[in-house]
């Protein structure tokens, strides 16, 4: 699985869940376990409550391949259970389109005329393994269900901010595969409360990708026509799925 592909996959599943109330002060270290369960619960019950969102982003990925890292910016809409995210170059042209809805998602490069398709676990969140190869639990009602898939961790950051308040605090969330043949080594969120500020994505190839929200906006309007891809005449249509078209 492509690391475009394992990216998209990680972005479909966690953006319901990109903004939430303020966590509770940090527990004693004896009680870490309990801290953990606490933030995932406060943060999946503010993701069944969200209608919309738009974020923008500035996405640094750093290849084994390349000499010097790929810098790209981007912007991300979810709605209705419906994600859309725009990625552009340097010189604004679009690199790549994601699209997830009605139990698809779909990468498309419109340079290269190509679109990627993978058919999601029970028609409304990415794929449970399987052909894909990855675990995406994020959809389900209880996000504190990651536990069966990842080692977690929540980590107060070192460089904290004077202005602070108490449930303020920047903190990253930490998530290790327990398959050793994951294709993902670790995936690191960072949070200001429970507002999202980054997240990194490190390949078990030594790939890694990084994305700083740079804008975002809670429950804006979103015309449905941004869930639509426009493709040129010769487009190819790949699944990488294993399953067949309908």
Same mark, same amino acid.
């Given at each position: 699985?492509?690391?475009?592909?394992?990216?998209?996959?990680?972005?479909?599943?966690?953006?319901?869940?990109?903004?939430?109330?303020?966590?509770?002060?940090?527990?004693?270290?004896?009680?870490?376990?309990?801290?953990?369960?606490?933030?995932?619960?406060?943060?999946?019950?503010?993701?069944?409550?969200?209608?919309?969102?738009?974020?923008?982003?500035?996405?640094?990925?750093?290849?084994?391949?390349?000499?010097?890292?790929?810098?790209?910016?981007?912007?991300?809409?979810?709605?209705?259970?419906?994600?859309?995210?725009?990625?552009?170059?340097?010189?604004?042209?679009?690199?790549?389109?994601?699209?997830?809805?009605?139990?698809?998602?779909?990468?498309?490069? %419109?340079?290269?005329?190509?679109?990627?398709?993978?058919?999601?676990?029970?028609?409304?969140?990415?794929?449970?393994?399987?052909?894909?190869?990855?675990?995406?639990?994020?959809?389900?009602?209880? %996000?504190?269900?990651?536990?069966?898939?990842?080692?977690?961790?929540?980590?107060?950051?070192?460089?904290?901010?004077?202005?602070?308040? %108490?449930?303020?605090?920047?903190?990253?969330?930490?998530?290790?595969?327990?398959?050793?043949?994951?294709?993902?080594?670790?995936?690191?969120?960072?949070?200001?409360?429970?507002?999202?500020?980054?997240?990194?994505?490190?390949?078990?190839?030594?790939?890694?990708?990084?994305?700083?929200?740079?804008?975002?906006?809670?429950?804006?309007?979103?015309?449905?026509?941004?869930?639509?891809?426009?493709?040129?005449?010769?487009?190819?249509?790949?699944?990488?799925?294993?399953?067949?078209?309908?």
């Amino acid at each position: 699985m492509t690391s475009s592909l394992r990216t998209a996959l990680f972005l479909a599943a966690i953006v319901p869940a990109l903004a939430e109330e303020a966590p509770k002060p940090a527990a004693p270290p004896a009680d870490r376990a309990g801290e953990i369960d606490a933030f995932l619960e406060a943060w999946g019950k503010r993701s069944r409550e969200i209608r919309s969102l738009s974020l923008r982003f500035r996405q640094e990925k750093k290849l084994r391949i390349l000499r010097r890292p790929r810098v790209s910016e981007g912007d991300l809409v979810y709605a209705d259970g419906k994600l859309s995210v725009i990625i552009r170059g340097k010189d604004g042209a679009v690199e790549s389109e994601i699209l997830m809805k009605d139990g698809e998602l779909k990468i498309h490069y %419109p340079r290269l005329k190509r679109v990627e398709l993978v058919a999601l676990a029970g028609g409304s969140g990415p794929p449970s393994g399987g052909s894909t190869g990855f675990t995406m639990p994020f959809f389900a009602e209880d %996000p504190r269900n990651l536990k069966r898939d990842f080692e977690i961790s929540l980590v107060a950051s070192d460089d904290k901010a004077k202005d602070a308040s %108490p449930g303020n605090e920047e903190r990253t969330l930490e998530l290790v595969p327990k398959d050793p043949k994951s294709p993902l080594k670790k995936v690191r969120m960072t949070f200001r409360g429970l507002d999202f500020k980054e997240y990194v994505q490190v390949d078990a190839s030594g790939d890694e990708s990084r994305m700083t929200i740079t804008a975002s906006e809670m429950n804006p309007r979103v015309p449905e026509g941004r869930f639509e891809l426009a493709l040129a005449e010769g487009t190819t249509f790949v699944r990488l799925d294993g399953s067949q078209d309908k």
